[in-house]
């Protein structure tokens, strides 16, 4: 295991680094291909399944929690600059292709109805909430891979962390899963569905890995 005293970030060699990131660039590519196709597809399925519970119709509307929502973004390109291993974060890209593949069948094969209301009947929404609904798309609902993403990362910087570090990384993870509900995008069973994915892909990270050998 790493030494939790050495710094959590770290700079790779330009040849590494540049690799890193043509990897980074190929995982965004083949998610919005496979992300925007689920959400194609699965507008032309016939059935619709509900899986909210009424409790969720009064979970509070906070559109400027999408601030925390998008935050996701920075929070997946950490292991760029935390995984030490060349071949780890090459696993790691691995796991993440595999879990888009997955979720992107069951938004087709899943299609769900929010209980949620209607946003719109709120007035006025910031643009930071707006930029968030639009990247969202549609039918993208079940399982919620903005919070499998959130776990998964999570899992993966974990082992490089100090307690500290880990805390923070933790609360960051745990703030994202939160926001997909406070602005109405996700139904709690589309939460655990996204955990248990990701859970999957870190059971993969955590018998491969390299860095749990060391």
């Given amino acids: 295991m790493p030494n939790k005293h050495e710094p959590l970030f770290f700079w790779s060699q330009p040849t590494e680094l540049a690799t890193r990131v043509k990897l980074a660039l ?7 291909l496979l ?34 929502y998008l935050s996701i973004s920075p929070f997946m390109l950490l292991p760029v600059f935390v995984i030490r291993q060349p071949e780890d974060f090459r696993l790691a890209i691995r796991i993440l292709c595999v879990q888009v593949v997955v979720a992107s069948v069951l938004f087709v094969l899943l299609p769900v109805t929010l209980l ?24 993208n609902e079940f399982p919620s891979l903005h919070v499998c993403f959130a776990v998964t990362i999570a899992g993966f910087l974990m082992p490089y962390a100090s307690t500290a570090t880990r ?6 993870a745990i703030a994202i899963i939160v926001s997909t509900m406070t602005i109405h995008e996700h139904h709690a069973l589309a939460i655990v569905a996204g955990v248990a994915l990701a859970i999957a892909g870190l059971r993969v990270w955590r018998h491969r890995a390299c860095v749990y050998r060391l």
């Fill in 116 to 139: 949620y209301p209607l946003r719109a009947s709120h007035g006025d929404l910031p643009l930071i909430f707006t930029v968030a609904d639009v990247v969202n798309l549609t039918n």
């Fill in 35 to 68: 992300y925007g196709s689920g959400a194609w597809l699965a507008d032309s399925v016939p059935w619709r399944y509900s899986i909210g519970f009424d409790w969720e119709r009064h979970v509070p509307f906070w559109p400027n929690s999408a601030w925390i």
């Fill in 167 to 172: 805390l923070i990384i933790g609360s960051w």
């Fill in 26 to 32: 190929f995982f965004c590519v083949f998610f919005y």
